[in-house]
């Protein structure tokens, strides 16, 4: 089993509809959790990061974390075809209060916003 | 302010060839970080600096693999006696967190391909 997992998709949603992105996680120590957007042939980039349990809101984008349950998810509200792309969900460990070591990703779900 | 840049941007190498991959971090990231990206895969985690010293190499795949950072501020990735397994995008990122603090996101460069025939 793979410490980060994530469904691989394809999901498929229309233009202007919710996008649910999902994530589990098996490591407890992980305590820091991280939305990167990879487009096809670019780097990963950073969407969103999320701490503490509950939501955190920027824009379009949710991102919930319930730690007693270990899933992380990725709401994208009102769809565009330019949030098309790989959605990576990484997790991290913390010390001192903050997260600076290394990020394990899961797979990537692939995300298609049909017109 | 400047990202991550990593060169060089593709690397075509015959096998049993030695290549070296350097990465830029953004300036003043105390954090750097090498992420092996094989095709429809996540990164996965290959080394972490904090400054000069290499605190984690466990991602490592194996004594081929080698990764420094001497001043602190670029690093470079070197593989020796390359395999076809070897093929992979490999990334850098930098990040302001160190232990003490400061902010844990990462920030990856635009990769470097390599490709090993």
């Known amino acids: 089993q793979k410490e980060v997992e994530q469904n691989s998709g394809p999901l498929s949603v229309p233009e202007g509809a919710i996008a649910s992105l999902n994530c589990t996680y098996s490591?407890?120590?992980?305590?820091?959790f991280f939305w990167y957007r990879q487009y096809s042939g670019k780097s990963p980039e950073l969407i969103m990061f999320i701490y503490s349990n509950g939501d955190k809101e920027d824009g379009r984008f949710t991102a919930q974390l319930n730690k007693a349950s270990q899933y992380v998810s990725l709401l994208i509200r009102d769809s565009q075809p330019s949030d098309s792309a790989t959605y990576l969900c990484a997790g991290a460990r913390n010390a001192g209060g903050t997260s600076y070591g290394k990020l394990t990703f899961g797979q990537g779900t692939i995300l298609t916003v049909h017109p | 302010g400047a990202g991550v840049s990593q060169s060089p941007r593709y690397k075509v190498a015959k096998r049993g060839q030695d290549v070296a991959l350097r990465c830029d971090p953004i300036s003043g990231h105390v954090s750097l970080f090498w992420y092996q990206q094989a095709l429809g895969q996540g990164p996965e985690f290959l080394t972490y600096?904090?400054?000069?010293?290499?605190?984690?190499k466990s991602g490592l795949p194996s004594d081929r693999f080698f990764a420094e950072r001497p001043e602190g501020s670029v690093s470079t990735l070197k593989i020796q006696r390359t395999q076809q397994e070897d093929s992979a995008v490999y990334l850098c990122?930098?990040?302001?967190?160190?232990?003490?603090?400061?902010?844990?996101?990462?920030?990856f460069g635009p990769g470097t391909r390599l490709t090993v025939l």
């Open positions: 490591d407890r120590g992980s305590q820091s």
């Open positions: 600096f904090q400054n000069e010293a290499q605190l984690d």
């Open positions: 990122a930098s990040s302001l967190a160190s232990p003490s603090g400061g902010r844990g996101e990462q920030f």
